[in-house]
C-alpha cells in the first residue's frame, strides 16, 4: 500500500507573487527567462492558508526572480465549470488546483505530463496514484484526502456508553445512536447533502465495513459490479438513515460545507464522515470539541467478511496546463507549492495532512495519532475511481433515495451505465 499525507484551504481573490529558477538540478540558465504564471486555486485566499502560500513564493523566488505569478482563488462551487470554459477557449490558467480522481482525469488531454520535473519528489511525497492516468502523473500531491468517521465522544458518556470503545458494527451503531437520541436528542448522523457530495463520504466511508476486501479491491481496479449484493447494500444503507431518521434535519437542504460540519460541532450529531483535509476534519473541530473530545472510528461492519479499513488517497494537488507559456516554470512552481517547508507550514496552520511523509504530526492529538495510524493499511478511497459525470449523477440520485422518489435497483442501474459508458 502506498503512504500518503494532506492538507489544502479554500477560496477567494488573487495574490500576486515572484519567484524563480528551475526544479530539478540539471534545469538549463535559459529556464530562468522573465515571465508571468497565473494559477488557479480555490485555497489561496483562505487566511488558513496564507503561511503555506508565503513559503511556497519565498522558495520559488529562489529558482525564478523574474518571473511573476498570480494567484486567482475561485469560488469552489463553481471552480470546475469556470476552469472547463477557460480550457476551452483558450484563456486558462499556467498551473491549477485539482481535486484527486476524476476532476482531474476527466481532463488530462489538457495537462503536462510531470513525471519528467517530479521525479525527485516521489519518494518524499505520497497520494500519486490520485493525481495519474495511464501510467502517468498529471499533479503534485499537495494533501492526501480520507473519510474518517470521527464521533463527539461527550455525547458517548451523556448515554452511557464507553466513549474509547466505539461501535464496531451496523447494528451496535443503531443501538449506540438509539441510546444517544434517547439520552441527548443528538441525532446519529450529521448530513449535508445540498450538493450531493454526501454519497461521494458515505461510498468511501461506510463501504470497507460492507464489501469484502475482494469486491473492494476489484471496484478500485475498474471491475465494479454496481448489482453486486455488497454494492447495493452500500446504497441501501444510505437510505435506511434517511427512512429512519438517522440524519440531521433536513439533509438535502443542507449544505456540506460548513452547514453540515456545524451540526456535529455544535453537538446536535453523534457522528459524522469527514476528512482529513484542512475542512472538516480534526483541527476545525477543536474549536468546539478538545481532542480528548473527538473520537475516529473506522467503518463498522455491515456485511460477514468486511474489514474496514480507512479510505484516502491523494487530496488536491496543483497541475501544469499543457498551453503553460513556460513549462519549466510552471512544473518548478508545482515543486514549490509541494516542498516541505510550505506543506509544514500549511499543516500547522490548518491542520491538514500533508502529502509530505517527513513531516512530524505527533502534536496534533489523539485523533490525528490515530489518522496517521491508520493510513498504513489504508485503501483508496471508492468514489475516487468514478468520473466527475458518474458522481454528479450519484449526487443527484443520492437526493431522490433520501427523499423515497427512486427506489436502490434503479439508482443502479442508472450508475452502472453511466460507469460503463466512461462518464
Not at 468520473?387 to 443502479?412: E, H, I, P, Y
Request: contains cysteine; aromatic residues 8%; proline residues 6%.
Amino acid at each position: 500500500m502506498k503512504q500518503r499525507i494532506l492538507w489544502p484551504a479554500v477560496l477567494i481573490a488573487g495574490l500576486t507573487l515572484a519567484g524563480c529558477g528551475s526544479a530539478t538540478p540539471s534545469a538549463p540558465p535559459a529556464a530562468q527567462a522573465k515571465g508571468k504564471l497565473v494559477v488557479w486555486d480555490w485555497k489561496s485566499g483562505e487566511p488558513a492558508a496564507a503561511s503555506y502560500i508565503e513559503k511556497a513564493k519565498a522558495d520559488f523566488a529562489k529558482k525564478h526572480p523574474d518571473v511573476t505569478v498570480e494567484f486567482v482563488a475561485q469560488p469552489y462551487e463553481q471552480y470546475y465549470t469556470l476552469l472547463g470554459g477557460a480550457i476551452q477557449s483558450g484563456t486558462g490558467p499556467d498551473v491549477m488546483l485539482f481535486n484527486g480522481g476524476g476532476r482531474l482525469s476527466d481532463r488530462v488531454d489538457s495537462l503536462l505530463p510531470l513525471d519528467q520535473y517530479v521525479a525527485q519528489d516521489k519518494e518524499r511525497l505520497a497520494g500519486w496514484d490520485a493525481f495519474s492516468k495511464d501510467g502517468k502523473v498529471y499533479a503534485a500531491p499537495v494533501t492526501v484526502q480520507g473519510h474518517p468517521i470521527y464521533y463527539n465522544k461527550a455525547l458517548y458518556e451523556k448515554a452511557g456508553l464507553d466513549p474509547e470503545s466505539p461501535p464496531k458494527t451496523w447494528d451496535e451503531l443503531l443501538s449506540s445512536c438509539a441510546a444517544i437520541k434517547k439520552a441527548t436528542k443528538a441525532d446519529c448522523f450529521a448530513l449535508g447533502n445540498k450538493e450531493g457530495i454526501g454519497p461521494q463520504f458515505w461510498l468511501s466511508g461506510m463501504g470497507s465495513g460492507v464489501l469484502t476486501p475482494e469486491e473492494y479491491d476489484q471496484w478500485v481496479s475498474g471491475k465494479r459490479d454496481w448489482n453486486s449484493p455488497g454494492v447495493k447494500k452500500v446504497f441501501q444503507l444510505w437510505k435506511e438513515t434517511g427512512d429512519k431518521g438517522l440524519n440531521s434535519p433536513g439533509a438535502n437542504s443542507t449544505a456540506m460545507f460548513n452547514d453540515a460540519f456545524g451540526v456535529f460541532e455544535a453537538g446536535k450529531a453523534a457522528h459524522i464522515i469527514g476528512l482529513i483535509s484542512d475542512v472538516g476534519h480534526w483541527k476545525d473541530f477543536s474549536e468546539f470539541l478538545t481532542p480528548e473530545k473527538l473520537g475516529v472510528m473506522k467503518a463498522p461492519v455491515a456485511t460477514p467478511g468486511a474489514t474496514p479499513v480507512l479510505p484516502y488517497d491523494g487530496g488536491i494537488g496543483y497541475a501544469v496546463a499543457k498551453t503553460a507559456k513556460d513549462p519549466q516554470a510552471a512544473a518548478d512552481l508545482v515543486r514549490s507549492l509541494t516542498s516541505t517547508e510550505a506543506l509544514n507550514a500549511f499543516y500547522t496552520s490548518a491542520g491538514a495532512i500533508a502529502s509530505d511523509t517527513t513531516i512530524d504530526v505527533s502534536s496534533g492529538g489523539p485523533a490525528v495519532a490515530g489518522i496517521v495510524s491508520d493510513l498504513k493499511s489504508g485503501k483508496a478511497a471508492l468514489h475516487v475511481p468514478l468520473s466527475s459525470q458518474t458522481l454528479d449523477l450519484m449526487g443527484r440520485l443520492s437526493q431522490k433515495l433520501l427523499s423515497g422518489s427512486v427506489t436502490v435497483d434503479d439508482a443502479m442501474k442508472q450508475l452502472a451505465a453511466s460507469d460503463k459508458a466512461g462518464g
